[in-house]
């Protein structure tokens, strides 16, 4: 079975600090691909990031980077110095291939930042 | 081309009237996805088209819901005598193929009163 585990369901900051949002996954494929997407409040689904399972290396991308474990099946994502505009509800997903790879969506974290 | 577009952006219908919502995915995309979000959580898989087949239906989608794709083109998700508990938002979603990371359309919002 393919689950997203999404545990923070709303996080507050004050702008410009660090926050970390967490994603757990499980899955008996051994090729899978992890995926971050933002809902910011005008509601459409913007793609941030895609890993695929054989690849754990850490990613940066500006302010915002990702960590990657098989071990723990966690792909968290970490959000510096943040930003009004980073306010959104943010999805962790999950693609397999023994599943044809459609998405497995979190719940999601609502996250606001607050000026 | 600018994106996954949807239409129409908002539905309201009365229960047990039929509605249909088109979907035009990314011109070179195979893959054309439909999801459902409800309030406070995560998209749920429908149902997936590769070009026109339509390869895998979740059992949310009851015998009520149908979705079309002709020529593995634009799509179409149709509703028959909907209730109170098909309001939701609609998404599509496609891909240039599996494996790849889907783009999503604004969604269309159903409501059924």
């Known amino acids: 079975a393919q689950k997203v585990t999404q545990a923070q369901t709303e996080i507050s900051v004050v702008e410009k600090e660090d926050v970390t949002l967490d994603c757990v996954y499980e899955?008996?494929?051994?090729?899978?691909?992890l995926f971050w997407y933002k809902q910011p409040p005008s509601g459409e689904l913007v793609f941030l990031i895609r890993?695929?399972?054989?690849?754990?290396q850490n990613e940066i991308s500006g302010r915002y980077s990702w960590n990657f474990q098989k071990s723990t099946s966690s792909f968290n994502f970490t959000i510096t110095a943040s930003q009004v505009v980073d306010s959104a509800v943010y999805f962790c997903a999950l693609s397999g291939m023994l599943t044809g790879n459609q998405f497995y969506f979190g719940t999601g974290t609502s996250l606001t930042v607050i000026p | 081309d600018t994106g996954v577009s949807q239409d129409p952006r908002h539905k309201i219908t009365k229960r047990g009237q039929n509605v249909t919502f088109r979907c035009d995915p990314i011109?070179?995309?195979?893959?054309l996805y439909w999801y459902r979000q409800t309030l406070g959580q995560g998209p749920e898989f429908l149902t997936y088209?590769?070009?026109?087949?339509?390869?895998?239906k979740s059992r949310l989608l009851s015998n009520r819901f149908s979705a079309e794709r002709p020529k593995g083109s634009f799509s179409t998700l149709e509703i028959q005598r909907t209730e109170q508990g098909d309001s939701a938002m609609y998404l599509c979603?496609?891909?240039?193929?599996?494996?790849?990371?889907?783009?999503f359309g604004q969604g269309t919002r159903l409501t059924v009163v």
């Open positions: 979603a496609s891909s240039l193929a599996g494996w790849d990371e889907a783009f």
């Open positions: 890993r695929n399972s054989f690849d754990e």
């Open positions: 011109s070179e995309h195979n893959r």
């Open positions: 899955t008996r494929d051994t090729t899978y691909y």
């Open positions: 088209f590769q070009n026109e087949a339509q390869l895998e």
